[in-house]
T-cell receptor
Framework: DVKVTQSSRYLVKRTGEKVFLECVQDMDHENMFWYRQDPGLGLRLIYFSYDVKMKEKGDIPEGYSVSREKKERFSLILESASTNQTSMYLC?????????????FGSGTRLTVV | GQQVMQIPQYQHVQEGEDFTTYCNSSTTLSNIQWYKQRPGGHPVFLIQLVKSGEVKKQKRLTFQFGEAKKNSSLHITATQTTDVGTYFCAGPYGNKLVFGAGTILRVKS
């Protein structure tokens, strides 16, 4: 089974802090994604990556950046955390397009910014 | 922009009743995916539909893809308490998978 592991289940940070959310997958998937989930809004794509050192903006990239130095690891960075970034953050991975396979999600990191 | 609308937002049913959630896209989709998220859990991939008019079944779950490939539905027959959770549809728009807001299903036993 594919495993997508997110480093923290719960995180509390202060406004203005730099926050790193880590995600590691163990199945050599090319594609990795960061979503945030808020009640009534579903899952919204922040950033995604097709390959090492490649990244593309999703629908809500403002206030975030990402890093993919190794294929298995995709990090989400909140440059200066704000209270409106309090949310559930979900990482996902998928092999290359063209295959009938859905996304595999991690367990999520619930981030609270105070 | 790309939109995936999902209704209803919330449904509370008696155990044994049927349940349906509907998904509509603003544009034609190459495929549609469905996910289930249990309370406190993360989304889990259920199925992908690709063909116009396609119908697939997984035990008590029936998934349909519309003829125009712009809408889809998930129907659960005789709900059980294990069906509780949020059901999401998702469609690809270019390089991105866009999710609907989800339908929260609660089952009264």
């Amino acid at each position: 089974d594919v495993k997508v592991t997110q480093s923290s289940r719960y995180l509390v940070k202060r406004t203005g802090e730099k926050v790193f959310l880590e995600c590691v997958q163990d199945m050599d998937h090319e594609n990795m994604f960061w979503y945030r989930q808020d009640p009534g809004l579903g899952l919204r794509l922040i950033y995604f990556s097709y390959d090492v050192k490649m990244k593309e903006k999703g629908d809500i990239p403002e206030g975030y950046s990402v890093s993919r130095e190794k294929k298995e690891r995709f990090s989400l960075i909140l440059e200066s955390a704000s209270t409106n970034q309090t949310s559930m953050y979900l990482c996902a991975s998928r092999p290359n397009r063209g295959r009938l396979i859905g996304y595999t999600f991690g367990s999520g990191t619930r981030l609270t910014v105070v | 922009g790309q939109q995936v609308m999902q209704i209803p937002q919330y449904q509370h049913v008696q155990e044994g009743e049927d349940f349906t959630t509907y998904c509509n896209s603003s544009t034609t989709l190459s495929n549609i995916q469905w996910y289930k998220q249990r309370p406190g859990g993360h989304p889990v991939f259920l199925i992908q539909l690709v063909k116009s008019g396609e119908v697939k079944k997984q035990k008590r779950l029936t998934f349909q893809f519309g003829e125009a490939k712009k809408n889809s539905s998930l129907h659960i027959t005789a709900t059980q308490t294990t069906d509780v959770g949020t059901y999401f549809c998702a469609g690809p728009y270019g390089n991105k998978l866009v999710f609907g807001a989800g339908t929260i299903l609660r089952v009264k036993s």
